[in-house]
């Protein structure tokens, strides 16, 4: 049989119902991947669930799921997604395992989130590359591969054709990111608008391993003023100003936005301008310097740090990559 190539027509993803599974890993991928989405007018994925055998597959919670598709199938889309395996533990079926290494031959772009990493390390597809997956399995991961580079602290890790996600809401991220590698940073934040989510989170693992999730008076006064920001990004901002927009002291607002958001408000302003820039970067052919303007950066010095600190390339690659050629609104207002 001739495997050189994926035999599935286009924008095909699968993803491995596996038993035990929480219906959250699978619901990440079916709420991207799978709802239509006509209002964004470009040809949307085609979503298979797929499972390793035949017979219901147990999901946490006494459900079950059932699915026609097995693993011949799932080898045979794009991209193949491995949302967890049921033990970190143990080893992978074989027969899952050869299905990764017949789509990874066959051109697929082979996805892990989570824990699903061991399966993509156990097929060897990890070997020599840097991967991710949930900071409580790093060091697991690390000690039973050790020809895979661990990083603990990111989001995700995309090494072009193998791509692997932290633990389970990281999904998200990594799915937001297949959609800005397919469509383009406007569909992405379109897309995480919709999920109501950061287009890209400011970041690695570790501000989440232990931090609390709390609200507080001020929150609704803090969205208020993050929203007024996001309408004025290419205007000097500072935190006295945004605190005025929330009617605080400096003081005060700083520790209703950290309590609020995880992180400060500068860092969230920097990240917000480098994501304001990239439809700028894909539609039109301004400079650099032009559009670290329009985004807001004093200098094109300071976009380009904290343009490759947050999307860990540069402005040029960016564009190199990604730029459509046409022209897209926020490019007419140059």
């Known amino acids: 049989m001739h495997v050189s190539q994926i035999t599935r027509p286009g924008r095909s993803v699968s993803v491995l119902a596996y038993d035990g599974m929480s219906a959250f890993e699978l619901g990440i991928v079916t709420e991207v991947f799978g709802l239509p989405r006509p209002e964004l007018d470009v040809p949307w994925y085609d979503l298979t669930v797929c499972s390793q055998g035949p017979g219901p597959v147990r999901v946490v919670g006494g459900a079950f799921l059932n699915t026609p598709h097995g693993l011949e199938v799932f080898s045979a889309a794009h991209t193949v997604i491995v949302p967890g395996v049921p033990d970190v533990t143990g080893d992978p079926a074989p027969e899952l395992t050869a299905a990764l290494r017949l789509a990874h031959r066959r051109g697929a772009r082979v996805v892990s989130i989570c824990s699903g990493a061991f399966a993509l390390a156990a097929a060897g597809l990890l070997d020599g590359r840097r991967a991710t997956t949930h900071w409580r399995h790093a060091d697991l991961l690390r000690r039973r591969y050790p020809k895979v580079r661990v990083d603990a602290n990111a989001l995700y890790v995309d090494e072009h054709d193998v791509i692997t996600g932290a633990g389970s809401a990281a999904g998200l991220d990594v799915c937001t990111h297949l959609v800005r ?79 609020a958001t995880g992180t400060s408000p500068i860092r969230w302003l920097i990240t917000q301008r480098v994501q304001a820039s990239l439809p700028l970067l894909e539609t039109s052919d301004a400079s650099v310097e032009q559009i670290a303007a329009a985004a807001g950066f004093d200098t094109a010095v300071t976009y380009r740090h904290h343009f490759g600190r947050i999307m860990r390339t540069s402005p040029t690659a960016y564009r190199r990559a990604f730029h459509t050629g046409e022209v897209g609104p926020a490019s007419r207002a140059l």
């Open 181 to 259: 590698k397919d469509h383009g940073a406007a569909i992405a934040n379109a897309v995480a608008r919709r999920l109501v989510i950061q287009p890209h989170r400011d970041g690695g693992q570790a501000q989440y391993i232990e931090t609390p999730v709390t609200a507080g008076p001020g929150d609704d006064r803090i969205a208020r003023s993050m929203a007024w920001a996001l309408e004025h990004l290419p205007e000097a901002l500072t935190v006295e100003t945004l605190a005025r927009q929330a009617h605080m002291s400096t003081r005060t607002y700083l520790r209703h936005f950290a309590r």
